[in-house]
């Protein structure tokens, strides 16, 4: 795997068709078993941190789409150049459907990006961390780690899952709510 393929700091869920103009955010009430974590996530984040070994500017917007029925993730990573790569941009959108099924809360989505990749998401969360495991056969797998340290603090750190099923972090962020 080469190094182009492991940005996806990825949450992710399911992929809506685009139409080229954003509509509204939705304003709907959470769905039936959404665990608290979902409306703690809700709004604009930025921050910085280090994905690729290079500095980054991350902004993301957790926002309720379709009316109410799925979690969306906009997310924006501007890599600065390094000795060895260019200044890159990458962007994304995730979907996710997160509920509660017996006793634990798990989700489902996917991730579209600028690399023009298309991956699946399992979610699971906890009370202060959402984790999305993604990816699958015949794409690129990792996890990301959504953890919320305070009301205002979102740390994200991003892992590869390597050919011996280790993770291997690539990226680590620290965001605060805007």
């Known amino acids: 795997m080469t190094m182009h393929h492991v940005f996806v700091p990825a949450l992710s869920l399911m992929m809506c068709a685009s139409t080229g103009t954003r509509a509204p955010a939705q304003t709907a009430g959470?769905?039936?078993?959404?665990?608290?974590?979902?409306?703690?996530l809700l709004g604009t984040w930025r921050g910085a941190g280090i994905v690729t070994g290079r500095a980054s500017e991350m902004t993301m917007t957790w926002e309720r789409a379709v009316g109410g029925a799925f979690l969306h993730l906009r997310f924006r990573n501007a890599m600065a150049a390094s000795?060895?790569?260019?200044?890159?941009?990458?962007?994304?959108?995730?979907?996710?459907?997160?509920?509660?099924?017996?006793?634990?809360?798990?989700?489902?989505?996917?991730?579209?990006?600028?690399?023009?990749?298309?991956?699946?998401?399992?979610?699971?969360?906890?009370?202060?961390?959402?984790?999305?495991?993604?990816?699958?056969?015949?794409?690129?797998?990792?996890?990301?780690?959504?953890?919320?340290?305070s009301a205002t603090t979102l740390e994200v750190v991003d892992s590869v899952r390597t050919a011996t099923g280790e993770y291997r972090e690539f990226g680590r962020t620290t965001l605060t709510r805007q």
């Open 83 to 149: 000795a060895t790569r260019p200044a890159e941009v990458f962007e994304a959108r995730g979907y996710y459907r997160v509920v509660a099924a017996s006793g634990t809360t798990v989700g489902t989505g996917t991730w579209i990006d600028s690399r023009g990749l298309i991956l699946p998401v399992r979610v699971t969360v906890e009370s202060d961390a959402l984790t999305s495991d993604w990816g699958g056969s015949g794409t690129e797998t990792g996890r990301t780690v959504y953890r919320l340290t």
């Open 30 to 40: 959470p769905a039936s078993g959404e665990p608290a974590i979902v409306a703690r």
